[in-house]
C-alpha cells in the first residue's frame, strides 16, 4: 500500500470513499489498547468503588460524547483536518492555536500509550522468559514500539483504517477473554490501599473521575476526529449518519476499554499503580494474549496518534513534508516516554495532562461550533488554505489572518479553565467558588463561548465573513 500523500490540504472529491462504519471500526479498533485501558484504572486509585467509578466514567463519556461528536461534521464539510478547518472561526493563522491543542493532546496520548504498553510487556516478558526489567529492557521495548508506531502513521490514514478493522475484532476478543482471567478475585469493594478519597469526600473525588477518566476520552478526539471524516463524502452519507456513527464510534471505542480497566484494577488490586498488579495477577494462560494486547493495542492507537500529530505540526510548518513531520514528532514523543518512565508518578502526571489539556481544548472546540452553528456547515474551502500555499487573503483572512475575536474569546476561556483546576499539585484560586469541585472544563467552554458571542455579536456577516460567510468571491494574493 502506498504512503500517503495528503497533508492537511483539501481532499479531493474521488478520494473521499470511506463512510460511517470506517469511522466505527476506525474510533473502536484504534481505542482498545492499554492507553485508554489504563484510564478506567484512575477512578479506583483515586478511592472510589465499583458503582461510583462504573457511573462516573459512564456519565463523563456519554456527556463527553454528545458535546464532541458534533465537531465531526466540520470536517465532512471542509474536508480537511479540524485544526485547519477553525480557521474559518480564528483566521487563516490563528488556526495555528488548534494545530499546538491538537499537538500537545495527541503527544501525550501517544506517549501515554507507549509508555503503558511498553511496561506491560516488560513485565510479561519477565514472567514468561524470566527478562531482566532493567533500563535497557525498557529502552527496546519502548523504540520498537515506537518504531512500528511511526511505520503506520508515515503509510497514513488507508493503513491504519485496515489495522483498526483488525483491532476492532482481535482486541475485544482479547479482552473478553480478559474479563473471564481476572474475574475470580474481582470486588466491588474500594480499594483499601488508596487511603480513602482523594480529595477527601464522595462528590469531589467522584467529579474528577468524571473528568479525567470520563471526559477526557471524547475531548482527547476534539482535534482528531477530522482527520477521519475528511474521507467521507457528505454527497454521498448524510452528516446524520456521520454524527450517529461518531457517537457509536466513541461511547463504544471509549467504554469499553475503560470499563475493562476499572473491572481489572478491582480485580488485580491495583490501587497505586497498574501495569504492575495487572501481570501479577493474570493467571499463566492469559499473559500471551496481555502481551498481545499490549504490543498490538498500543501500536494501533499511538499510530493514529502520531498521525494526527504529524498533520498539525504539517499545518504549524507548511514546507515541512507531512511524513517529514510524523518522523520528527514521533522522536518527540519517544523522548516523553522515556521522561515519564523515569520521572513521573503514573496517577499524578495522568491526571495532571488530561485536566490541563481539557481546560484549555474545551473553549477552542465550543467556538468552533458555534462556527459551525452559524455558517450551517458552509464553508470556502479553498480560502481555508491560505497559510499552507504561503498566500494572503481570502474571506478568512481577517486582520493579519488572525481574527482576534475568537483569539481572545479562547484565552480567555482556557486562563479561567486553569484558574478552575484541581490537580494532585496544583489547586487553582477558583475552586473557593465551586466547593472544591474540579468545574475547569465547564468553566472554560462556557467563559470562552460567551466571551465569543458577545464580541461577534452582529458581527457574523461583516468584514472577512466572521464565521465562513461571504458574498464576494475572496482574493488571495501569494506572499513574496
Sequence with gaps: MPIEQRGVDTIPEEERTSGPR????????????????????????????WWGSLSSIVVGTVVGTLFTAPLALVSLRTATNLSTSSGAQFGVRGRLVGSVVGLLLALGYT????????????????????????????????????????????????????????????????????????????????LPETGGYLLGGFWPTWFLATVAAGLSGPIAFITLLGDYTRYISPRRNSSRRVLHATWLGLVLGLLVPQLFGTFTAYGARA?????????????????????????????????????????????????????????????????CVFVGHYAWNAQSAMTSFVLLLTAIGTPWAIITLIGFARCRGVYDADALQVFNRRSRGGIYWYRAGWNV?????????????????????????????????????????????????????????????????STAAPTVRQEA
Design 111 to 190: 506517549a501515554l500509550t507507549v509508555w503503558i504498553g511498553g511496561d506491560v510487556m516488560v513485565s510479561v516478558l519477565h514472567r514468561l522468559f524470566g527478562l531482566t526489567p532493567s533500563g535497557l529492557s525498557y529502552a527496546v521495548v519502548y523504540t520498537l514500539l515506537a518504531a512500528a508506531t511511526v511505520t503506520g502513521a508515515v503509510y497514513g490514514y488507508r493503513v491504519l483504517l485496515a489495522m483498526s478493522r483488525v483491532l476492532a475484532i482481535g482486541m475485544t476478543a482479547l479482552l473478553a477473554l480478559g474479563v473471564i482471567a481476572y474475574a475470580p478475585h474481582f470486588s466491588t469493594a474500594a
Design 22 to 49: 470506517d469511522l466505527v471500526s476506525i474510533l473502536l479498533g484504534s481505542n482498545l489498547c492499554l492507553g485508554v485501558i489504563i484510564f478506567g484504572w484512575l477512578p479506583p486509585s483515586f478511592g472510589l468503588d
Design 271 to 335: 490501587a497505586l499503580d497498574y501495569a504492575g498488579p495487572l501481570v501479577d495477577a493474570s493467571p499463566t494462560w492469559y499473559l500471551l494474549p496481555l502481551l498481545l494486547s499490549a504490543s498490538a493495542g498500543s501500536v494501533g492507537n499511538a499510530g493514529l496518534m502520531l498521525y494526527s500529530m504529524g498533520l498539525d505540526l504539517d499545518a504549524i510548518l507548511p514546507r515541512a513534508s507531512r511524513a517529514r513531520a510524523t518522523y520528527t514528532v514521533a522522536v518527540v514523543a519517544t523522548v
Design 405 to 469: 475575536r475568537a483569539t481572545v474569546s479562547w484565552a480567555v476561556g482556557a486562563v479561567v479553565g486553569l484558574l478552575a483546576v484541581s490537580l494532585p499539585s496544583y489547586q487553582g484560586p477558583l475552586l473557593r467558588l465551586t466547593g472544591g469541585v474540579d468545574c475547569s472544563f465547564l468553566l472554560s467552554g462556557a467563559v470562552g463561548g460567551a466571551v465569543y458571542l458577545l464580541l461577534t455579536y452582529g458581527r457574523e456577516h461583516e468584514g472577512a465573513a466572521a464565521d465562513g460567510k
